[in-house]
């Protein structure tokens, strides 16, 4: 089962990086065909995952990094008919690198629900980070690549995905602190992963307000990236430094 | 640019600076986040909240708090529907006559479906992108404000008591309760995982790491060592089955403790309402906390003490949770409807 594991996940990664070339090269459609076929094929890891864990496969960071081409396929298919953006490539060249990250990780199928986990926050918390931290990193690289030129229209479809991602990441921050209350009898912690989440959104609200000031135009793109890097810092470093004492320690 | 813009985007900075002070993973400072600046930072986040709240719906300020009024409502009919629609799903489970209780349960739940379909409808109607960020920055300030009324006013308190019913919890240290509350018993299952072992090297001053020790068809690869599962023993002082290696130094493979599936202990609360004894039994769980008179109980811990098992305990007082729970609700359905609703409409 485990080397089944890793060719569907090699596999989605290989479509991911197919459509994320295509788009590049102009090919709009079968770049479109490439991420639907990966998105099928992130469905079967993810079943896959669910039938080894015997849980929602949300237990390590292996199982987090394989379910974002999931959620990325249909964010790009609401980006292009509802905000007429055509992410495709954008959103598959994401999805790729986290696959890349699920290839380097164990495969940890065997994981156990601790009872703090069996609530019905757990779902809908990750998957909404998950969906924003996608979307995210999506926005910082067009924000990147606005660089290199096209630079009204990239910021313009960053900006678009960075409000398609703020409210997922609201809800991922103040549903863990809703969760917190039941499970820790605290709201908030001041736990490392909960500061860094809002640092993150703090950020992104900055980013937001300089919206409304002309003056702070400039502004737009550093706080993008200094977002995306805090996102980073969050998700990554928060996890796997060992020398940290997190309440969220189990989802390293 | 107006001089509350410049100062909201001074606050965010600051703010970020301290959490960061604090966060940073290597030489981070916590401590900052109980100390004066953060306080002065939260008081001055909440009246600029305010601020940016009124500069958004100036002119529109009535359907701004009727809209917000609303949105409460609304938000309180999804709690009364959660919450009666779990409680009718757990009698369903149930079963027997516990089928007539959840279909009053279910009656409760779809008084709150109507709460929320009638008042959803009506913010609907009223508000737009403008207003729904202008109800964002209430709701930020109604955090700020229950935050620092549990600062305040916040009381928890921990105690021990046995699981079998002999002793009753009527005060803590803060003073008395307005119930009584008994733990009748209390229950861990476990996970049914084949069992998992492990090698401890024993050093001067303890053990060492533990090692993970495969097992194949009953064989323990302990090292260069094969020992057959059956070989393991118990003994009074340990607490699971075990062997001694012998070697300098030596080592002792002991089998790991089972993966826990869930805690649950029955609680015993006897309340008084108008002057007549009340009396009932339920179920406390991890992330289902008990609430009672203003108090919530949670289950924390639970472990041996004077031989009997028991439980411990955690009561709350907590007057600012409510808000901070409402504003935390609110925040999230503010901003997905400030940054998904229709672009025709009133840009903010």
């Known amino acids: ?252 | 640019m107006g001089t509350a813009g410049r100062i909201t985007l001074m606050a965010l900075g600051a703010g970020l600076v301290l959490l960061l002070g604090g966060g940073c993973p290597v030489l981070g400072a916590p401590e900052v986040y109980r100390g004066g600046a953060m306080l002065v930072l939260g008081a001055l986040v909440a009246v600029l909240g305010l601020w940016g709240a009124y500069a958004l719906g100036r002119g529109k300020l009535a359907r701004l708090v009727l809209g917000m009024l609303f949105l409460y409502m609304a938000v309180v009919g999804l709690v009364v529907l959660r919450t009666y629609g779990l409680k009718g799903i757990e009698y369903c489970m149930q079963g027997g006559p516990m089928i007539f209780g959840a279909v009053g349960q279910f009656c409760y739940a779809l008084v709150g479906v109507i709460f929320t379909a009638v008042f959803g409808y009506l913010v609907s109607r009223i508000m737009n992108r403008r207003l729904w960020l202008a109800g964002l920055h209430i709701c930020v300030a109604a955090v700020v404000c229950g935050a620092f009324i549990d600062y305040a006013l916040e009381v928890k308190e921990r105690v021990t008591v046995p699981a079998n019913g002999s002793a009753t919890i009527a005060e803590v240290q803060g003073g008395p309760l307005d119930f009584s509350l008994r733990v009748l018993d209390f229950q861990e299952t476990f996970y049914d995982d084949a069992p998992t072992y492990s090698m401890y090297t024993m050093e001067q001053g303890g053990a060492g790491e533990a090692v993970p020790v495969p097992c194949e068809d009953g064989v323990l690869l302990a090292g260069d060592a094969r020992v057959p599962v059956t070989e393991l023993h118990s003994a009074p002082d340990m607490p699971r089955p075990f062997k001694v290696l012998p070697g300098n130094p030596p080592r002792v493979v002991l089998q790991n403790p089972p993966t826990v599936r869930e805690y649950s202990a029955n609680c015993e609360i006897t309340t008084t309402h108008r002057g007549r004894e009340e009396k009932y039994t339920a179920p406390l769980r991890v992330n289902e906390p008990l609430s009672c008179k203003g108090w919530l109980v949670y289950l924390e811990s639970h472990g041996m003490q004077g031989g009997q098992p028991a439980v411990t305990l955690l009561l709350r007082r907590a007057p600012g949770r409510i808000t901070v729970l409402t504003g935390m609700a609110g925040i999230i359905i503010c901003t997905a409807c400030w940054c998904w609703w229709k672009k025709e409409d009133d840009p903010a």
Not at chain 1, 72 to 101: E, F, H, K, T
Not at chain 1, 217 to 232: D, E, I, K, N, Y
Request: overall charge positive; some cysteine; glycine content about 6%.
């Open chain 1, 1 to 252: 089962m485990s080397a089944a594991v890793y060719s569907l996940t090699a596999l989605c990664m290989l479509l991911c990086v197919c459509s994320a070339a295509f788009h590049a090269g102009g090919r709009i459609h079968a770049a479109r065909k490439c991420f639907c076929a990966a998105w099928w094929a992130a469905l079967a890891l993810f079943v896959a995952d669910w039938i080894l864990a015997a849980a929602p496969p949300f237990g390590n960071m292996r199982h987090v990094l394989a379910f974002f081409p999931l959620v990325m396929a249909p964010a790009a298919v609401y980006l292009r008919r509802c905000r007429g953006q055509d992410l495709c490539g954008w959103l598959a060249a994401a999805s790729a690198i986290a696959l890349i990250g699920a290839l380097c990780l164990p495969l940890q199928a065997h994981w156990r629900q601790m009872p703090a986990l069996q609530s019905p926050w757990f779902v809908p918390h990750v998957t909404a980070y998950v969906v924003s931290y996608g979307l995210m990193a999506v926005s910082a690289m067009l924000a990147l690549a606005s660089f290199r030129g096209k630079t009204d229209e990239r910021l313009a479809a960053a900006d678009a995905v960075a409000r398609l991602a703020f409210p997922f990441m609201t809800f991922g921050l103040w549903s863990g602190a809703l969760w917190a209350d039941a499970a820790w009898s605290a709201y908030w912690a001041w736990d490392i992963k909960e500061v860094w989440s809002l640092i993150t959104w703090v950020l992104y609200l900055l980013y937001f307000h300089t919206h409304a000031h002309a003056g702070f135009a400039g502004w737009r793109r550093p706080l993008l990236l200094c977002g995306f890097a805090a996102v980073l810092v969050t998700f990554l470093v928060v996890n796997f430094l060992p020398a940290l004492n997190s309440l969220h320690s189990y989802a390293g």
